[in-house]
């Protein structure tokens, strides 16, 4: 996630990219995992989103995704990143592998697994793993998803602590174009969960999220949500957005 | 006088114990119940209704004796599933209120809805 100005200060360099790894575990172009997978769609995706820090600094990224469900139940995505933030940029490539492990209504609860590597463009800079368990409950117009992640970084060979992360959504399913809902990011450092400050960022706030039909299978997909900092240490605000053309 | 041994407190892994917990709970949910079977032949579906219980799940077949692929796709049951040709797909659905549920072929869009009538 980094490709900085090589006349940038070493310190600030380094603080940069501490900021973006962060922002890599909740970072505002962050979205909510759904387990189900649909063979043969494919997917050219968008991701934005910005956030005002607990400092008041301002951050932003956006990522491209073009993703290909080769069964019914794996769905692979190549995205390209970026980050922004306090004047300078930040870039990596993305391979994400989700699997539909049940069949959606199969059981009380449908479940996924998602695996990602993220590979920084930059020399030197962090490769991150993150492996997931995700899970859906329908009920009737009503959908929920709460997924857990363990993400790590490695750098220079040495692996970094694993941070837990964890992502909650609740929507109601009005009709295709308009459903609304909630949505929810956080991160532990440490597990069980302790009270000192850093130790644990959650944001949640209120999202919109619907779907336009094209002709034939093409489908326009977006969702979009206002997160609020509900730490001490999370962004204050943030706004993210994901648009999906599903062809 | 001995001091008393000092354990570490037992490592928590959340996500292993969550896994682990949704595996099991999924392997001991009942299936779905009862099953009803919808055939996609000649650009229709059949039946074009299709009366299912309400209040319990259901085991839906759906049958496509045409060459081609074919997508069956509701909103309503928020269920999506691509049919190959010549082969049948099962999709899980409910409970459902009394009421009606349509669905589409996706990939055949002249293919006039269908729908599931709970009662």
Known sequence: ?247 | MPQPMRTAPPRRKPLAAMAAAALAYCACAAAAGDEFTIVIRDGRFEPAELRVPAGQKLKLVVDNRSASAEEFESYDLDREKIVPGNSRATIFVGPLKPGRYEFIDELNRRTPPGALIAE
């Open chain 1, 1 to 247: 996630m980094r490709s900085l100005l090589p006349t940038m200060p070493r310190t600030f360099a380094v603080s940069l990219a501490c900021c973006a790894a962060a922002a890599a575990h909740a970072g505002p172009a962050d979205y909510v995992f759904t387990p189900h997978v649909v063979q043969g769609e494919r997917e050219l995706e968008l991701k934005y989103g910005t956030a005002r820090g607990a400092d008041g600094s301002r951050s932003s990224a956006e990522s491209l995704g073009l993703g290909y469900a080769v069964t019914g139940n794996w769905f692979t995505e190549l995205y390209a990143n970026r980050e922004s933030a306090a004047g300078a940029s930040a870039r990596a490539h993305e391979w994400e592998n989700k699997f539909m492990l049940t069949e959606p209504g199969e059981y009380d609860v449908d479940l996924g697994m998602v695996a990602e590597l993220e590979v920084p463009q930059r020399n030197g800079d962090p490769y991150e793993s993150t492996l997931g368990l995700l899970l859906q409950k329908d009920v009737d117009r009503m959908q929920f998803n709460l997924n857990g992640l363990l993400v790590r970084q490695f750098h220079d060979g040495q692996p970094h602590r694993t941070e837990h992360v964890y992502q909650w959504q609740a929507k109601y399913r009005w009709r295709p174009a308009l459903e609304f809902g909630a949505q929810g990011f956080g991160r532990v450092e440490r597990w069980p969960l302790r009270s000192e400050a850093g130790g644990h960022d959650a944001a949640m706030g209120p999202a919109l999220f619907g779907m336009l039909h094209a002709d034939g299978r093409s489908v326009l997909k977006y969702n979009a949500a206002l997160l609020f900092g509900a730490t001490d240490t999370a962004a204050r605000r943030t706004f993210r957005t994901q648009i999906e053309y599903e062809f």
